[in-house]
């Protein structure tokens, strides 16, 4: 390989200069946390352990990673769904929530029959499929703003969540605004014991696959990918622009849907006050970490995932204030992400370069013959 390179100006020497630079950002990055924890935490070195090799540390951490890492790549992949169509939604977090509310209200209803956690899944897609199906037609046939119209129904979500728990299914001795346990039979199944692996993973993993190809293989990805690039050009040669575009934010909604009845089911075990915890947002972060792509959004939940968890880790651990773990989590994303964009170019320029010399050299052999 080496002498490949060399033969075509690419030298090894560059190719780990780019890998290098990567490895000194990241660790100029741990350094600038460090030193914050250093001015405002009690014990930096216990604060930045925690916050680094806390997820790791303990099964019981393990399966907490794991746990939120699934829900982080259920709504990373609805969002980077919605993002290839060149919509840009807001909405995850409001539709985690109705998922929720009505996989939950159906599990209440029916108790614990075999397999309800399957028809629980499948009521929580349909909610959330509906609720994005809402912005979606607004945008599509009323040139509404979806940045607006999804953050606004945001809060319409959330605040008939806590209002459906209150009013319909909070049982009269809580203190607080909680429903009823599932019974055990709607509990999402789980692998193994330490630690202890949910379902969900593999759901979000199947579900990355399912949308990577949706939009890779079929007719209508290859419709919401011309939207996404240009959605003028798209109309013109007679893509249904209008068509992928609401159902794009109605899918994106559905896998949401998924996500905030996979919480329930998994973690909750019942409906909360809060349960959605931003994970909408955060699939925000977690699709732009992997540029769009659905096959990258795995890596960069598990990656997201880490931080959150160890955050959390640190701040129970070492007396760390909740607002510069986030602080922190920021910090160390904004610098890998810059560098690992940087570099991530410069690779594609080498692999590029490397692919029109192999070209050239085909054409000239063939001139040749």
Do not use: C
Request: glycine letters at 12%.
């Amino acid at each position: 390989m080496r002498r490949l390179l060399a033969e075509r100006g690419l030298t090894v020497n560059r190719l780990g200069g780019v890998l290098g630079n990567v490895t000194a950002v990241t660790a100029g990055a741990l350094i600038l946390i460090f030193l914050l924890l250093v001015l405002t935490s009690d014990d930096p070195v216990a604060a930045t352990d925690a916050l680094l090799s806390g997820p790791v540390s303990d099964p019981t951490r393990v399966t907490q990673w794991l746990g939120d890492s699934a829900t982080l790549m259920l709504t990373g992949i609805a969002v980077a769904l919605v993002f290839r169509v060149g919509q840009f939604s807001l909405g995850a977090e409001g539709q985690v929530a109705m998922g929720a509310l009505a996989s939950g209200a159906l599990l209440l209803h029916i108790g614990g029959t075999p397999g309800s956690w399957v028809v629980g899944l499948l009521v929580g897609a349909l909610a959330g499929f509906a609720w994005g199906a809402v912005p979606g037609v607004m945008k599509a046939y009323g040139n509404a703003d979806e940045i607006v119209s999804t953050l606004m129904l945001n809060y319409v979500a959330l605040f008939f969540f806590a209002f459906a728990i209150k009013e319909w299914l909070q049982p009269p001795n809580a203190g607080f605004a909680v429903s009823d346990f599932y019974e055990r039979n709607a509990w999402m199944p789980t692998f193994g014991e330490s630690p202890v692996v949910p379902l969900s993973l593999v759901l979000a993993l199947v579900l990355v696959i399912v949308v990577a190809y949706l939009l890779a293989r079929t007719r209508g990805g290859f419709e919401m990918r011309m939207a996404g690039s240009n959605m003028r050009f798209a109309a013109a040669v007679g893509l249904r622009v209008r068509r992928s575009v609401w159902l794009s934010m109605a899918l994106s909604g559905a896998i949401a849907g998924v996500a905030g009845a996979a919480i329930a089911q998994t973690e909750t075990h019942r409906l909360i006050l809060g349960l959605s915890g931003n994970f909408g947002y955060d699939g925000i972060l977690v699709a732009l970490l992997a540029a769009n792509r659905p096959l990258l959004v795995p890596v960069a939940a598990l990656a997201y995932g880490y931080l959150r968890t160890g955050g959390d880790i640190a701040q129970l651990t070492s007396n760390t204030p909740r607002e510069l773990i986030t602080t922190a989590q920021g910090v160390l994303i904004l610098f890998v992400t810059a560098r690992f964009t940087g570099a991530g170019a410069r690779l594609r320029d080498l692999v590029q370069r490397l692919r029109a010399r192999r070209t050239a050299d085909s054409v000239s052999t063939a001139e040749v013959r």
